[in-house]
């Protein structure tokens, strides 16, 4: 049986407006800000509003339509950060590398021969934070 939603999780409290983020974009159904660690400039996280824990326990309609979302912002993404390519990630359970129990999709900008850092290796500066939400949110205008 799939493990239970809870809605203490950090991203039901940013959904809430109880915790800060850098939002680069949201709609009636999708919510996507700025990862706080990110790996590469302008990872950004993609959610759905609905609550969902992960892959296993979405509807398949909130999935596809966080999907389009994702894709919306890897376009912008690439031109924002005149990134060479686009890598999508989504875990499921901490056994498959999840951390953060609201399904999300991570969308990380690329460039050619550059690895990316290790997941939660360090906090980015705030400034540089808010000038690539600045970005981002100009390249989805
Ligand atoms: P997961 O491993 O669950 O797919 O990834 C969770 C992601 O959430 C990580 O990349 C981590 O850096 C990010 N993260 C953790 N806490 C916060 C937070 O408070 N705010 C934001 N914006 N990102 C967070």
Redesign the pocket.
């Known amino acids: 049986m799939a493990a239970a939603y809870d809605s203490g999780n ?2 039901a409290k ?1 959904l809430r407006g109880e ?1 800060p ?2 939002k680069v974009y949201e709609d009636d159904r999708s919510f996507a ?7 590469t400039p302008g ?1 950004t ?1 993609v959610i759905p509003k609905a609550p969902a824990r992960n892959i296993l326990d979405v509807a398949p309609d909130d999935f596809a339509y966080a999907m389009r979302i994702a894709q919306k912002i890897a376009i912008a993404a690439k031109g924002a950060f005149s990134a060479d390519g686009i890598t999508l ?3 499921s359970e901490a056994a498959g ?5 609201h399904l ?1 999709v ?1 969308v990380m900008p690329r460039f050619a021969g550059v690895a990316l850092l290790p ?2 290796s360090r906090k980015e500066e705030p400034e540089v934070l808010a000038e690539h939400t600045r970005r981002l949110i100009a390249a989805l205008a």
Do not use: E
């Open positions: 950090i991203f940013i915790l983020c850098n800000f700025l990862d706080i660690m990110p790996r990872h996280l990630q989504q875990f590398g999840q951390v953060v129990f999300h991570h997941p939660a």
